[in-house]
């Protein structure tokens, strides 16, 4: 059955591609789960304008992302924490911390799950952080951890 996916499918296709797969799958998993529509020229209509709105968005939120990037690509935040023995902290720097320090150097509010951190930060010193705005935008900001003073 020749089917046009409105939605990714992993390792199937893409969104607005048009495929051939089983007919069991089209009609027991992809339709009912609105994942694909059956290839027919009224339905090629209706996804063509669901890809050019949805292409006019992306391209608006893109550029968006790339201004925002501009802006805090290479900032430089400096945040204090509580700190013990060998320069380790009481507790840990986490993605809202550095999310509430950027909006506070740079006015731009940031979502703390973009804000990449392999592993939370538990010492003192000097970090880069990648905070992933879109796909193939990703700004990274330098994170100085210093000690608070009493």
Known sequence: MKVVFLQDVHNVARGGDIKDVADGYARNYLIPKQ??????????????A??????????????EMLELAGLIDGQEITLKARAGVKDRLYGSVTPADIATEIEKATNCVIDKRRIELENPIRQLGRYEVPIRLAREIVPTIILTVVEEES
């Open 50 to 63: 669901r890809i050019k709105a949805s292409a006019r968005i992306t391209a608006q939120t893109e550029s």
């Open 35 to 48: 994942l694909a529509a059956q290839a027919d020229p009224k339905m090629m209509n209706v996804i063509e």
